[in-house]
């Protein structure tokens, strides 16, 4: 009778030890609301140089918390499947890690954002393949790159890790929970994935991941010069179907990326990277407002990351259209923004 007694309360023990240790697995991390911004370059030695350490400091200042640090890699057409390291343009492990290291030190956190590029400049949105050879092979170039990136993140405590960044061609894929189960398997870290603001609708593995990632190009109905209240209203329709959409999906929902160039009418277009025209400081600090009084303390909400700031010095002020708010109004709309504490209820 003992005896039978000791291997029950032994059989329970390793039972519920089990069943804690899955709980523990896979158990939903507490969602943060990311203060962030994009640091990016496509240049191979540009994140090792002295100057991304100084412009990284910089950032302290504006009072961002979360550093999404972009790495790009490249096919050469979007039907090739084939994704390899461009010996000019990806980012070497060393800088990479020297800036994870720094930005820790700085204590900010970082998001990993592993990005593939087409070498001959056709949007990655584009990637899709007629065969299945081909896209097995893709998807298995696509696990190598991600996996490396994920055991990298993991070995320099990364905070947060992204999936995959704007590859509409291919989100109805079944091999993305492949990918997502591999990445798991190397990084314990929560996961997004960052969708084109015209396409989160069509992903269909949101319930695999941790947040719902929008790079939140949104097209508004406003002219040249838009006020503030034009932007306020045209923005208006776009939350209310992002808060319809995470009644849908019930994940927590953050801007991988957000921008817009300061350039007059950019707001119409944010997404528009090419268009020429006069330099338009204000507007692009009217959109900053804009977005973030509506989304500040919004209960589904939980981040932005402005595009883009960059590791070169001295190039942007008065004469700059491009995204970087660094040295400009824009600059001041997110430092007061990121100063104030966050409301959940």
């Given amino acids: 009778m003992a005896d039978k007694l000791f291997w ?51 950032l302290k200042g504006a009072n961002v918390e979360w550093v999404s640090l972009v790495v ?21 492990d060393k800088g990479v890690i020297r800036t994870i290291e720094l930005i820790h030190r700085l204590g900010m956190k970082v998001l990993l954002k592993p990005t593939v590029d087409v070498e001959d400049g056709t949007w990655r949105g584009e990637i899709r393949f007629d065969s299945e050879e081909d896209w097995r092979a893709w998807f298995s170039s696509y696990r190598y790159f991600t996996d490396y990136y994920a055991e990298l993140a993991a070995k320099y405590g990364v905070e947060e890790f992204s999936v995959g960044v704007e590859l509409a061609g291919t989100v109805e894929r079944k091999e993305w929970r492949w990918i997502i189960k591999n990445v798991r398997a190397r ?8 969708a084109n603001w015209d396409n989160y609708q069509n992903v269909n593995f949101w319930d695999a991941l941790d947040y719902v990632g929008i790079d939140a190009y949104f097209e ?16 208006a329709p776009w939350v209310k179907k992002l808060e319809a959409f ?52 919004k209960p589904w909400f939980y981040g932005f ?19 970087s708010p660094r040295g400009k109004p824009a600059e001041m709309v997110l430092t007061e923004w990121y100063a104030k504490p966050i409301k959940r209820r």
């Fill in 8 to 58: 029950g309360v032994l059989a329970l023990a390793l039972f519920t030890a089990l069943f804690l240790s899955q709980g523990l697995r896979t158990k939903v991390p507490v969602p943060l609301f990311q203060k962030g911004i994009s640091f990016a370059s496509w240049q191979h030695e540009a994140y090792d140089a002295p100057e991304a350490a100084r412009s990284i400091s910089l």
């Fill in 72 to 92: 790009t890699w490249y096919q050469g057409t979007t039907g090739s499947p084939i994704i390899y390291r461009d010996p000019r343009l990806t980012p070497d």
């Fill in 187 to 194: 990084f314990a870290g929560p996961l997004v994935y960052a």
């Fill in 220 to 235: 508004l109905a406003v002219g040249e010069s838009p006020k503030l209240e034009e932007l306020l209203i045209a923005w």
């Fill in 246 to 297: 995470h009644k849908k999906v019930r994940k927590p929902i953050l801007f991988a990326e957000i921008g817009c160039r300061s350039l007059a009418g950019a707001s119409a277009r944010p997404w528009d990277f090419l268009t020429s025209g006069e330099v338009d400081l204000q507007e692009q600090a009217r959109y900053y407002e804009a977005v973030l009084r509506l989304f500040w303390n």
């Fill in 305 to 323: 990351y402005w595009w883009a700031w960059g590791p070169e010095l001295g190039r942007f002020g008065d004469t700059d259209t491009g995204y």
